[in-house]
């Protein structure tokens, strides 16, 4: 089933063919809405698919599944609207200082983009996910590299998004699929892709985008790589609902078998009665939690490996210990270490590294500054928190102080809540400082579109040959600024 050097080269130049048929809106517009309504047609065969090849259960896949067509829609409306083509004119003046020529501004679509689906979102993170739906949307086809976690569900939908195409006078292979590691190194240095999506592993992503970098002419590579998603409680927090923090702390790490890119994996939890508090409030609601199958044996090997190294650094504690369930599941657990350990580099800078799965590592801090110092030496991520309490909220104390320290560490910062669920919304942000991203970028909101355009600027074009979208008169009706006037 492995893609061959000349299948990979055969997907990229039909979906290269196919990039005159994305350029009319409209027609994109409802391909999208296509698309969605063929997959909500074919739920129940694509979820049974999803389960039998994951073990994520028909809840969450069909949660996902309307996550998925919602996500389409909704750039069917962002495709509509045309305000991400950021059209801006300015005619020409003569009296600035230089003088200011005719200039007409727009984004356009970069071309091919490869798209490498993650395991542990089989619809949402795969081949109609947000890499795909977003580069669609913006006029770039797609070659879809298959995640070996499910290739049969990733063959059906990729037959629903191709019979949507055919439906508008859209070739096929306007949406390529190919399988296998090498599969994926030819892609990226394919000549005729201009971008790269990829979620996945550290050790992975790198590689890809190394590889992206190196290209004769290197291309964008958007990455997610990998993130703690740190969570800070303070002592007035703690003092006011430590209860209510454990349980619901337990809810998301355990979520999906912690399988989510935004399950938080280092907590911060002040040392002292209300702390201890928290982590029995912890320990008793990830003793409840059934054992559960992770998306595969490599997976598993490597999350039992992973905790068991972390549980043998002396001075951590397990109160509930992670590990291995029964032949094909594992257990959710925690781990605890005193702050003052992750002061300094050192072996215990293995509990800064993310470990897939369902266990959180609680950082015990003496007071405010080892809890900086440990923030301090944290690496890029999607998500960070802080649980404060009613009068922190409300202005008093360093909640103000906290946010500004956690702002340099992601792309979310949440007040008062959990990381895990990633809304699809026009201001959300799923990203954040490398290793979490390697770009600036978002996947998953309205602005994902922006990481498959550029923009071209036209000077002294007759109007003539101006493309509609930047004639003064504005026939397409988009929203634009026209001579520094914002129009909508």
């Not at 080269?9 to 979906?15: I, K, L, P, R």
């Not at 290209?215 to 209860?243: C, D, K, Q, W, Y």
């Not at 609680?362 to 405010?368: G, I, K, L, S």
């Not at 979490?436 to 923009?455: D, F, K, N, Q």
């Amino acid at each position: 089933m492995e893609a061959t050097a000349q299948e990979v080269d055969a997907a990229v130049g039909a979906a290269h063919a196919a990039r005159a048929a994305l350029a009319d809106r409209s027609v994109r517009s409802a391909f999208l809405r296509s698309a969605a309504a063929g997959l909500d047609a074919a739920r129940d065969g694509l979820v049974e698919t999803a389960d039998a090849e994951t073990a994520l259960g028909p809840v969450r896949l069909t949660g996902e599944l309307a996550r998925t067509t919602y996500q389409l829609r909704a750039f069917a409306d962002i495709v509509d609207e045309g305000a991400f083509l950021d059209v801006v004119i300015n005619h020409p003046d003569d009296t600035a200082t230089p003088p200011i020529p005719d200039l007409r501004r727009y984004k356009v679509p970069l071309g091919v983009v490869a798209v490498y689906s993650a395991s542990n979102f089989p619809f949402a993170f795969s081949v109609a996910g947000g890499d795909t739906a977003s580069a669609l949307a913006a006029g770039c086809p797609v070659v879809v590299k298959a995640h070996p976690d499910h290739p049969a569900l990733s063959e059906l939908v990729a037959k629903v998004l191709r019979r949507a195409a055919a439906e508008h006078g859209i070739p096929e292979g306007v949406v390529g699929l190919v399988h296998g590691f090498d599969a994926g190194i030819e892609l990226i240095r394919h000549p005729l892709v201009t971008a790269a999506g990829f979620t996945g592993s550290v050790r992975g992503g790198r590689a890809l985008f190394d590889a992206a970098a190196a290209r004769p002419a290197p291309i964008p590579f958007h990455g997610e790589l990998g993130s703690l998603n740190p969570v800070v409680v303070t002592e007035a927090a703690a003092a006011e609902r430590a209860e209510a923090i454990g349980s619901g702390l337990a809810g998301s790490m355990t979520l999906g078998v912690g399988q989510f890119c935004v399950k938080p994996g280092l907590v911060l939890v002040p040392s002292g009665a209300d702390g201890d508090a928290l982590v029995k409030a912890l320990t008793d609601a990830v003793s409840d939690t059934d054992a559960g199958v992770l998306l595969d044996h490599r997976m598993r090997d490597n999350f039992i490996a992973g905790v068991s190294e972390r549980a043998q650094l002396p001075e951590v504690e397990s109160p509930v210990t992670p590990g291995a369930g029964g032949e094909h599941t594992v257990s959710a657990g925690f781990l605890t270490v005193p702050a003052q350990k992750l002061a300094e580099e050192g072996a215990y800078d293995l509990l800064l590294e993310e470990c897939f799965g369902p266990v959180t590592v609680v950082v015990r801090y003496e007071d405010e500054s080892e809890a900086t110092a440990v923030l301090s030496r944290l690496p890029g991520n999607l998500t960070a928190t802080v649980h404060l309490s009613g009068g922190e909220a409300a202005g008093e104390g360093r909640g103000a102080e906290i946010l500004a320290e956690l702002t340099p560490l992601a792309g979310r910062v949440l007040v008062n809540g959990w990381p895990t669920g990633v809304a699809v919304a026009p201001a959300q942000h799923h990203g954040g400082p490398y290793p979490a991203t390697t770009s600036t970028s978002t996947s998953v909101g309205g602005t994902a579109i922006e990481r498959w355009l550029r923009p071209v600027v036209y000077q002294g074009a007759p109007e003539a040959l101006l493309p509609k979208e930047l004639r003064d008169e504005n026939p397409l009706g988009l929203p634009r600024r026209f001579d520094g006037v914002l129009e909508r």
